[in-house]
């Protein structure tokens, strides 16, 4: 059996008559960077607090670095570090005294580590400078800094890349991966696929405070039936009414403009739809079979790029 | 210990910590300036009895704490709501929880050092309240009186701690209100709102309103008659004597702090 870094079960928390969490159930193993995704309010960040003991559930069990954590067990806290939400610090101390100030809480601390942190975020510089005048995204590696301090087991972050300039948001996947490389586990829960797709293992997505998918990110694209095709737009219409013979209408979507199909078909039959088109004298200038990170978001979630809503798709993991 | 002594570092360089004591040495020194020069310009020979209490030691020195006293009071409420209510504002409690600090000890470890900080400011203040009477009386043209005398300077240690003591409740409730709240502002305003509801009190509630902080804090600090107002702060029908104002206010210190504690133990922590 794979060790857990972080394991929930049954985890129920509700605001009022408002339940921001529903029987989540979590599993993440050792030493994996784990993309923790779900739409706007779908319970991400009450999961993130639940897990620092900023606030308590109503039902369910919580396991950090393999042993219970509830009321009581703050010292397990002393092997995670977390970025919850947005990086916390005291505006007129510098981005040293505000390490150092934070050093003095919670596990104790090398005194070398603040410089350490410094350099490694990129900060050293401008580490005398009041954290007022730091830009976001200096805040940010700041934050990353500070969950950092006691060389914690396993990483919590909220939105790492908020405020993120693109060379930072390099620098900062570089980061995660080599503290991965280390043996730490990271779970991050983002908004930005694109860099969940590029930083995580394994994801787990999350709509109305359930978990409908958790797995390796190969294989839940690898496993979704879908089949991605790119030709000229002129030829769509000959492609889909080809297509028609082996897939239905209302597993057909069309962006006509810019050439793009795609087909609800298993992966494996990628070669029989390749060998249809090439009859119909149609020839495909991209194919790809399995599903993108995006459009698994969005059919779990049932979320729309209008609105945000969502419609939970079942439960399901993938080994 | 490593919390206390950090919190500090962090106090000395807040800047409210520098304009609360500016706020308060500035208005001792625009009092007695003010003071002195309608001293100065007023009747040559005619002295009025507030004036040369005021620049005549050793009742200056009364008067001085006297100031400090009724005027830190109302400060020490606003930068101890300041102090907690920013733990919240700023997420900084939420960043300490997180890596598994005990809430108990941080707000113990944060109170203690604002205690400290308001013991130093006390001192700061009086210091320069000395030099400030010294030079508006030169200025107001009143002979300095008897800096040395014995019996007033005797009684100054205790006095200085138990104003310290009562300025420390004080700021224990502004600490406790800010907690509650979870908001600087919010502690502050109610901070202020508290601060002159008991004032007003004295009319509703003219036998409870003795034990009420603030009342109590007054009480607990015996100036004595040489210090004029001081003399009547704390009396009044059915006044507390100082030792069981001092009772009263460590009470409402520990009462204060206690509510603090288990408010900021039980509390969900917002992002």
Not at chain 1, 103 to 119: F, K, Q
Not at chain 2, 49 to 75: H, N, Q, R, V
């Amino acid at each position: 059996m794979t060790d857990l870094a972080l394991a929930t079960h049954g985890l129920a928390k509700r605001y009022g008559a408002r339940a921001a969490l529903d029987g989540l159930d979590l599993a993440v193993p050792t030493g994996v960077v784990y993309g923790f995704l779900g739409p706007n309010g779908a319970g991400k960040t009450t999961t993130m607090r639940l897990l620092t003991g900023l606030i308590h559930q109503d039902a369910g069990t919580i396991e950090l670095l393999g042993r219970p954590f509830g009321r009581g067990d703050r010292r397990r806290l002393f092997d995670v570090g977390a970025l919850i939400e947005s990086p916390a610090f005291y505006p007129f101390l510098s981005a040293r005294e505000n390490l150092r100030v934070l050093a003095a809480t919670g596990a104790p601390t090398r005194r070398t580590r603040v410089e350490e942190l410094l350099d490694l975020v990129g900060l050293r510089e401008r580490a005398g400078d009041k954290v007022s005048g730091y830009s976001l995204g200096m805040k940010q590696r700041l934050g990353i800094a500070a969950t950092l301090l006691s060389d914690p087991k396993l990483l919590l972050l909220d939105e790492p890349a908020n405020g993120l300039d693109p060379a930072g948001i390099v620098a900062m996947r570089d980061t995660l991966r080599h503290l991965a490389a280390t043996g730490k586990t990271i779970f991050v829960s983002s908004h930005i696929l694109g860099e969940v797709r590029q930083l995580a293992d394994m994801v787990g997505i999350i709509a109305a405070g359930r978990l409908v998918r958790e797995g390796r990110l190969a294989d839940l694209l690898e496993s979704e039936g879908v089949i991605r095709l790119r030709g000229a737009p002129d030829e769509v219409a000959a492609a889909v009414a080809a297509l028609g013979a082996i897939v239905a209408p209302a597993q057909v979507g069309v962006v006509v403009e810019a050439g793009r199909i795609t087909l609800q078909l298993s992966a494996e039959r990628a070669s029989e739809v390749n060998r249809l088109l090439a009859s119909a004298g149609i020839f495909a200038s991209g194919l790809e079979a399995g599903s993108d990170l995006e459009t698994l978001f969005l059919q779990l979630t049932g979320s729309t790029a209008a609105d945000g809503t969502f419609n939970p798709a079942g439960v399901g993991r993938v080994a | 210990m490593r919390i206390f002594s950090a919190t500090l570092r962090k106090l000395v360089r807040r800047p409210a910590t520098w304009v609360t004591l500016g706020l308060m040495v500035g208005l001792l020194a625009l009092i007695l300036l003010v003071l002195a020069v309608t001293t100065r310009e007023g009747p040559a020979g005619i002295r009025r009895p507030m004036e040369l209490l005021l620049f005549t030691f050793p009742t200056a020195y009364l008067f001085i704490l006297e100031f400090i006293l009724s005027l830190g009071g109302l400060l020490s409420v606003l930068y101890a709501a300041s102090v907690a209510g920013s733990e919240w504002g700023w997420g900084t409690l939420k960043a300490a929880v997180a890596r598994g600090e005990s809430r108990w000890r941080y707000t113990l470890a944060t109170f203690a050092a604002v205690a400290v900080v308001l013991g130093a400011g006390i001192a700061v203040a009086y210091t320069l309240g000395v030099g400030l009477d010294l030079l508006a009386g030169r200025i107001a043209g009143v002979d300095s009186g008897n800096l040395g005398d014995a019996t007033v300077l005797g009684k100054l240690p205790e006095q200085m701690v138990r104003t310290w003591l009562v300025i420390v409740e004080q700021a224990a409730i502004g600490f406790a209100i800010a907690t509650v709240a979870r908001s600087q502002l919010a502690g502050i305003g109610v901070g202020i709102g508290l601060y002159f509801g008991e004032q007003f009190a004295t009319i509703f509630l003219p036998d409870q309103v003795r034990y009420l902080p603030f009342h109590a804090a007054n009480a607990a600090v015996d100036l004595g008659a040489a210090a004029g107002g001081a003399a009547t702060r704390g009396a009044g029908t059915g006044a507390l004597t100082p030792e069981e104002a001092l009772l009263v206010v460590a009470a409402w210190l520990i009462g204060a702090l206690l509510l603090s504690c288990l408010f900021t133990d039980r509390s969900e922590i917002p992002g």
